[in-house]
């Protein structure tokens, strides 16, 4: 056999499958080496893609199928830009003075929005880790995902990243347990699998075990819709229950008192949580008959039944936020029987049957959060053509009478349109 065939029949042996997890890791280290040097040397002193090639003993389907691995395991990353000069001028506005943090990522590129959004998240929990770690409870950080388009891209980026190796001085392994909440209940049809938040809740508690971090995640076991009168009922389930028993005290108050618990001093706005990543959701633009340009909210809505365009006239609704709807001046919006189709109303109560979308934390949770300083509501939004998630991110901050977020993460075009709102 020929040096070329016995080298080529060497090659084929390698299946990226057939390699275990820490093999897969060793190997995606050295290519990532190679390819540095690579990239760093001069062009007549840079070797030819054979020489890397044989060095990892890699045919040339196989190099292009590993550097698709290198992108995935966050080895390569397309680099964002920020622009503080944005951030500074939104801090002007009435409101957004508030807020202890703001990120304007350049562009609205959706991979290199979701590095940044991943990273400042990233660095707020470990941030809030150290300050725990240093008082004398060392009790778990507590961090909650709401559902959504955004936080999932924005979990997705946090996974495919080496937080030791790509963030300075990340090191997970000296800070206390993480706990993981999922925050609301989401279909697990394929469309929304990757913004659910109870599998979001568990990749980013693996994600972190894997950075060498302690850490469970947490979902609801509840249906995506209830009525407001049988909360307690969904609250008080099992798997739901080890939820709000964090995100929501109060709300599960009765059942934590016959557990032995001291509730005595439980206010409404009691929570354990730490940190919260969230999105906002926008309305459908005027005068179009596309069911998908609108927010999750508002699409689940319609398709129980509800007239949103009437309730969002009659409410002067702007958006939502945690899957609950707001008016500008930021006050939630109830969902009433009086406001769905006649067929799916006839056998549900009187007029006044309020319903809700199944959430662990609602809008007053977010409220004391975001004036405490020692936790975070993270809002993350990008700019789409077919959405306007102004209105909405303008209420959920500067509306008036509520503010429900604390750090900021958005695209130049959206700081753009909220500099001129």
């Known amino acids: 056999m020929s040096k070329a065939k016995a080298r080529s029949a060497a090659r084929s042996k390698l299946v990226w499958s057939d390699l275990s997890w820490e093999e897969q890791r060793e190997y995606l280290e050295r290519f990532a080496t190679e ?120 979990i997705g980026a946090a996974m495919r990243m080496d937080w030791a190796r790509d963030l300075q001085e990340v090191d997970l392994t000296s800070l206390p347990k993480f706990r993981v909440f999922a925050l609301n209940v989401c279909l697990t049809v394929p469309e929304h699998l990757p913004g659910n938040a109870t599998i979001l809740a568990y990749q980013l508690a693996e994600k972190i075990r894997a950075e060498q971090g302690e850490a469970d995640g947490y979902g609801l076991s509840a249906t995506l819709m209830v009525k407001k009168e049988g909360l307690k009922e969904a609250d008080e389930a099992p798997q739901t229950f080890d939820v709000l028993k964090f995100t929501e005290p109060a709300r599960v108050q009765e059942k934590l008192a016959e557990q032995g618990a001291n509730v005595d001093k439980l206010e409404a706005y009691s929570t354990d949580l730490d940190i919260v990543l969230t999105g906002v959701g926008e309305l459908p633009r005027h005068g179009t008959k596309d069911d998908q340009r609108g927010s ?7 398709q129980h039944g509800f007239d949103m365009e009437t309730l969002i006239d009659r409410e002067r609704i702007v958006g939502d936020i945690a899957f609950t709807a707001i008016r500008s001046d930021g006050t ?90």
Do not use: W
């Open 35 to 154: 390819l540095k040097q690579f990239l760093q040397s001069k062009d007549g002193e840079r070797p030819g893609r054979k020489t890397i090639m044989d060095k990892l003993n890699v045919d040339v389907r196989q190099f292009d199928s590993f550097l698709q691995h290198l992108y995935e395991g966050g080895y390569l990353q397309l680099g964002c830009q920020l622009i503080p000069e944005r951030a500074h001028a939104l801090k002007g506005k009435p409101g957004f003075d508030q807020l202890e943090k703001i990120t304007v990522v350049a562009g609205s590129n959706r991979d290199r929005f979701a590095q940044a959004a991943a990273k400042d998240f990233i660095k707020r929990l470990v941030q809030i880790g150290r300050v725990k770690r240093t008082s004398a409870s060392n009790h778990p950080v507590n961090v909650g995902i709401v559902s959504g388009n955004t936080t999932g891209s924005v």
């Open 296 to 302: 999750i909210f508002y699409n689940l809505a319609k």
């Open 332 to 421: 939630p919006v109830t969902l009433r029987k009086q406001d769905r189709a006649q067929e799916n109303a006839e056998a549900e109560g009187g007029e006044g049957t309020e319903f809700v979308f199944y959430s662990a934390v609602q809008g007053q949770i977010l409220e004391a959060m975001a004036n405490d300083r020692n936790k975070s509501v993270i809002l993350v939004a990008r700019h789409d053509e077919e959405k306007d998630k102004v209105p909405a991110i303008f209420a959920s901050i500067s509306g008036g009478r509520h503010r429900y977020v604390s750090r900021l993460v958005i695209d130049e075009e959206t700081a753009n349109k909220l500099c001129r709102y």
